[in-house]
């Protein structure tokens, strides 16, 4: 509905309205949330509403968003600062203030910092969240690298890109004729309605849809073409289809001659790669690779979307660039319908990285750099990859990691070597978690921070392409907490760093991010929904500017030093990687480990998205509960009936590093040689009556499944763990 629908409804109810921005998909999630207007009777936040005028979902809401009200009040929510009194995992907690728990805080870090060197503490933040800025300043002003960053979201596809094309090409769906949707999850991956409503308007228009994933989800539903890959191995189905386009000369000629650097190499080192090869890999039929190959490289208005599932395998560098090499031989770049390089904001809010204090002598201490170290500081900052922190705190190597905050992650969930995990937290000297809800390892923690939903706090304000919106306050904290953002800034004056902090004040704070956009937050906070810019006709071959782009890593190199793609890569080469994309085996698979595959004979994947929750959190929500109850996994019929595996049985999933409880849920539309299952389960639902599953063995953690081998679990440039293995499938009763 729009503002004065909003208000005209308040008014009959007797309630009042807030427009502000959703908080489900995570404070400040990739790529924006949606508009919403929240409905307030007799003090309590009752309902929301999709705000019409917000670009980004247009008056939509998802089940996620309607059900903010059940998760704000929800009984698992933090309501006092806690610290530990009993033992490490016990569970046992007295209650402080707000102001102690900061001053603990504090004392323990400046000691930690004086006894071991400022390295010593991490902060861990996957996901790019609204304050994940102000993390990384806290660190540098600290001075400790360790930002521990991903190894697991977004920030591989961006390197691979950025080293490969000089920007990550986003897809023009609106003009496109054929739309890949590879690895990605356009229907559910929130903020919901924008990649669901360009899917579905691609759709209508009769645009043609290719989705390449192991299962049909909604996406690869209404697709023209499901192309089955088996999980991990796009890579391959990548490679091919370079041999493909390339072998049947479908390329633009002129664009390879004038932007490409290296395609002779290029042609020369994908000829091994036949469909055939690639086949007995991935597992797709040779002529659809060279179908889809074709289909590709002839349709002159062709894009591929990439999501998430290209990332978690150790060829995930080697299958984006790829990916990015037949964008470049089509030409398929910058150009009506294709992917397109994405001109920089004109005017955007001040940046709180610190980047003039990157120096040499801070990236020498990363414990455990998410890329390699000359290639550091990236976008972000500089950043170690978020497993590799936990791990030191276990191996002790470089050295060790002290003192972990994290702030809304749940490291014994969120990352793969869950069982690692959690020996590094029962050792680590000092956790501090900094969440709105229990967390899966919160009874680890010595300090728990309660903090405030965005529907609890007045800022910050939030930016997808094209508008400007402040988070407004809907409701009074329900408890003694403040937003991230406060905690932060008062934990650096504290500590001493109030300079850098604006004296620890968040207003201070909000407008100095705004002051180049001439705005304070309080006028932000006048315009009921925001401030939408207008898009400038679009522009189309920016090669020049684009090949040219300085990256941020000491010494300014270009990303592409030749000002032109880099189909054969120099700079990885000079680096000791492999100058050209090539097939990596994950830790455990068919092909790779074909003697493991009597004893485990599936392979094992998982799914991030899902239409009810966000990553490892909501399952306590009734409403959005009661939608997808248990953790299931997804399994063939054929394979099913061969174990004697009916509908809805639990069953019992093991591979060489641990086994799962979950019921089979038969499923036609999945490769019969593999299963997959939605990655994130621990939580139970006090409401419904449902307990929380284990952690580690005999629970629905899907990350207690896979390898954590130094040497085969990762991509080696971009730390990209992988989430696929082998596994056998049976009743639970059977064993
Ligand atoms: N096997 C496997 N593992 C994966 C993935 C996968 O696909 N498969 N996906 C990976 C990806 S892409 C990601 S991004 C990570 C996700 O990993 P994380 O981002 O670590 O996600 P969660 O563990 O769910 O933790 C999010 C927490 O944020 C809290 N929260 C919500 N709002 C706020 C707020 O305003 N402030 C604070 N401080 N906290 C808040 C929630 O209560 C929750 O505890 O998982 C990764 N791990
Ligand atoms: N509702 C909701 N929305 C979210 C989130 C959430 O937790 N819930 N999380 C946010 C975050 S942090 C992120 S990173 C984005 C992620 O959003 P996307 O980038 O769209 O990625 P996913 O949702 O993980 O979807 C990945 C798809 O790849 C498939 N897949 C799995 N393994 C493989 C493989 O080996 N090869 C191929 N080709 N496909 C594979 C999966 O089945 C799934 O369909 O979503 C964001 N939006
Ligand atoms: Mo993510």
């Given at each position: 509905?729009?503002?004065?629908?909003?208000?005209?409804?308040?008014?009959?109810?007797?309630?009042?309205?807030?427009?502000?921005?959703?908080?489900?998909?995570?404070?400040?999630?990739p790529g924006?949330?949606?508009?919403?207007?929240?409905?307030?009777?007799?003090?309590?936040?009752?309902?929301?509403?999709?705000?019409?005028?917000?670009?980004?979902?247009?008056?939509?809401?998802?089940?996620?968003?309607?059900?903010?009200?059940?998760?704000?009040?929800?009984?698992?929510?933090?309501?006092?600062?806690?610290?530990?009194?009993?033992?490490?995992?016990?569970?046992?907690?007295?209650?402080?203030?707000?102001?102690?728990?900061?001053?603990?805080?504090?004392?323990?870090?400046?000691?930690?910092?004086?006894?071991?060197?400022?390295?010593?503490?991490?902060?861990?933040?996957?996901?790019?969240?609204?304050?994940?800025?102000?993390?990384?300043?806290?660190?540098?002003?600290?001075?400790?690298?360790?930002?521990?960053?991903?190894?697991?979201?977004v920030?591989?596809r961006a390197?691979a890109f950025m080293?490969t094309l000089g920007d990550w090409p986003r897809p023009d769906y609106e003009q496109g004729d054929l739309i890949i949707y590879w690895g990605r999850q356009p229907i559910?991956s929130?903020?919901?309605?924008r990649p669901a409503r360009a899917f579905l308007s691609a759709r209508q228009r009769g645009a043609r849809i290719v989705a390449i994933k192991?299962?049909?989800e909604p996406d690869a539903?209404m697709a023209d073409i499901w192309v089955?890959v088996?999980?991990?191995?796009d890579?391959?189905l990548a490679?091919?289809m370079l041999?493909v386009v390339?072998?049947?000369?479908l390329i633009d000629?002129?664009f390879v001659?004038?932007w490409c650097?290296?395609?002779?190499?290029?042609?020369?080192?994908?000829?091994?790669?036949?469909?055939?090869?690639?086949?007995?890999?991935?597992?797709?039929?040779?002529?659809q690779i060279?179908q889809l190959a074709r289909w590709y490289a002839t349709t002159p208005r062709a894009v591929i979307d990439i999501g998430n599932g290209l990332e978690?395998?150790?060829?995930?560098?080697?299958a984006i660039r790829a990916i990015a090499m037949l964008m470049a031989v089509t030409g398929h770049l910058d150009r009506p319908g294709t992917n397109l390089f994405v001109p920089?904001?004109?005017?955007?809010?001040?940046?709180?990285?610190?980047?003039?204090?990157?120096?040499?002598?801070?990236?020498?201490?990363?414990?455990?750099?998410?890329?390699?170290?000359?290639?550091?500081?990236?976008?972000?900052?500089?950043?170690?990859?978020?497993?590799?922190?936990?791990?030191?705190?276990?191996?002790?190597?470089?050295?060790?990691?002290?003192?972990?905050?994290?702030?809304?992650?749940?490291?014994?969930?969120?990352?793969?070597?869950?069982?690692?995990?959690?020996?590094?937290?029962?050792?680590?000297?000092?956790?501090?978690?900094?969440?709105?809800?229990?967390?899966?390892?919160?009874?680890?923690?010595?300090?728990?921070?309660?903090?405030?939903?965005?529907?609890?706090?007045?800022?910050?304000?939030?930016?997808?392409p094209?508008?400007?919106?402040?988070?407004?306050?809907?409701?009074?904290?329900?408890?003694?907490?403040?937003?991230?953002?406060?905690?932060?800034?008062?934990?650096?004056?504290?500590?001493?760093?109030?300079?850098?902090?604006?004296?620890?004040?968040?207003?201070?704070?909000?407008?100095?991010?705004?002051?180049?956009?001439?705005?304070?937050?309080?006028?932000?906070?006048?315009?009921?929904?925001?401030?939408?810019?207008?898009p400038?006709?679009p522009t189309y071959e920016k090669y020049?500017?684009t090949?040219?782009?300085?990256?941020?890593?000491?010494?300014?190199?270009?990303?592409?030093?030749?000002?032109?793609i880099?189909?054969?890569?120099?700079?990885?080469?000079?680096?000791?990687?492999?100058?050209?994309?090539?097939?990596?085996?994950?830790?455990?698979?068919?092909?790779?480990?074909?003697?493991?595959?009597?004893?485990?004979?599936?392979?094992?994947?998982?799914?991030?998205?899902?239409?009810?929750?966000?990553?490892?959190?909501?399952?306590?929500?009734?409403?959005?509960?009661?939608?997808?109850?248990?953790?299931?996994?997804?399994?063939?019929?054929?394979?099913?009936?061969?174990?004697?595996?009916?509908?809805?049985?639990?069953?019992?999933?093991?591979?060489?590093?641990?086994?799962?409880?979950?019921?089979?849920?038969?499923?036609?539309?999945?490769?019969?040689?593999?299963?997959?299952?939605?990655?994130?389960?621990?939580?139970?639902?006090?409401?419904?009556?449902?307990?929380?599953?284990?952690?580690?063995?005999?629970?629905?953690?899907?990350?207690?499944?896979?390898?954590?081998?130094?040497?085969?679990?990762?991509?080696?440039?971009?730390?990209?763990?992988?989430?696929?293995?082998?596994?056998?499938?049976?009743?639970?009763?059977?064993?």
């Open positions: 509905m729009n503002y004065e629908q909003a208000k005209n409804v308040a008014l009959r109810n007797g309630e009042q309205v807030v427009p502000t921005v959703c908080g489900m998909c995570g404070p400040g999630g924006g949330g949606c508009g919403i207007y929240a409905f307030v009777k007799d003090g309590r936040f009752v309902r929301v509403s999709g705000m019409d005028e917000s670009p980004v979902n247009r008056g939509g809401v998802c089940a996620k968003g309607h059900a903010a009200p059940q998760w704000v009040y929800s009984p698992e929510r933090l309501t006092h600062p806690l610290r530990r009194v009993g033992k490490k995992g016990q569970g046992r907690f007295e209650q402080i203030s707000w102001e102690a728990a900061i001053e603990h805080i504090a004392d323990t870090l400046a000691r930690q910092k004086a006894k071991y060197g400022a390295e010593s503490l991490a902060i861990l933040s996957p996901a790019k969240r609204a304050y994940s800025e102000y993390l990384q300043r806290f660190l540098t002003v600290h001075g400790s690298p360790n930002y521990g960053h991903s190894g697991i979201c920030m591989q390197f080293y559910f929130g903020p919901v309605a192991p299962s049909v539903g089955p088996r999980p991990g191995t890579a391959a490679l091919a041999h390339i072998g049947e000369n000629q002129a001659d004038t650097y290296g395609f002779k190499r290029l042609k020369s080192h994908v000829k091994q790669y036949t469909p055939e090869w690639a086949r007995q890999i991935c597992g797709v039929d040779s002529g060279v978690h395998a150790p060829s995930a560098s080697d920089a904001p004109r005017a955007a809010p001040r940046g709180v990285a610190l980047k003039e204090r990157y120096d040499k002598d801070l990236i020498d201490k990363l414990v455990g750099p998410e890329f390699p170290s000359i290639f550091q500081p990236f976008l972000e900052g500089p950043s170690s990859a978020y497993y590799r922190i936990l791990e030191s705190v276990v191996t002790e190597h470089p050295y060790p990691i002290r003192a972990i905050i994290a702030p809304g992650t749940q490291p014994s969930v969120s990352t793969r070597g869950t069982k690692t995990v959690l020996a590094a937290l029962q050792k680590l000297d000092f956790f501090v978690t900094v969440d709105v809800a229990r967390t899966a390892e919160m009874n680890f923690a010595d300090v728990v921070v309660p903090v405030a939903t965005s529907y609890e706090s007045g800022h910050p304000y939030h930016m997808a094209g508008w400007l919106m402040a988070t407004n306050r809907v409701i009074e904290p329900l408890g003694e907490y403040k937003s991230t953002f406060q905690f932060f800034l008062e934990l650096a004056d504290a500590m001493g760093y109030g300079n850098d902090f604006w004296g620890g004040d968040i207003d201070a704070a909000m407008d100095d991010l705004l002051e180049p956009l001439d705005l304070s937050m309080a006028e932000l906070m006048s315009k009921p929904h925001g401030i939408a810019g207008k400038g006709p020049q500017q090949f040219s782009r300085l990256s941020p890593a000491i010494g300014h190199a270009p990303f592409l030093p030749q000002g032109k880099a189909l054969y890569n120099t700079t990885f080469e000079a680096a000791g990687f492999n100058p050209l994309p090539a097939w990596r085996e994950p830790p455990e698979s068919l092909t790779a480990t074909p003697e493991l595959a009597d004893t485990y004979p599936l392979i094992l994947s998982d799914y991030h998205t899902s239409k009810s929750f966000s990553a490892s959190w909501q399952r306590n929500v009734p409403h959005l509960r009661e939608i997808e109850p248990e953790p299931i996994l997804h399994i063939h019929p054929d394979t099913a009936t061969e174990r004697g595996i009916q509908e809805n049985d639990w069953i019992r999933v093991s591979s060489l590093h641990g086994f799962m409880k979950v019921r089979a849920r038969l499923y036609h539309g999945i490769r019969p040689d593999t299963v997959m299952v939605l990655h994130g389960w621990w939580q139970g639902c006090k409401e419904l009556g449902l307990d929380d599953y284990p952690l580690a063995d005999g629970g629905a953690n899907v990350n207690v499944m896979y390898s954590v081998d130094q040497e085969k679990a990762y991509d080696p440039l971009i730390t990209a763990m992988s989430s696929q293995t082998l596994v056998q499938v049976e009743r639970w009763e059977d064993r």
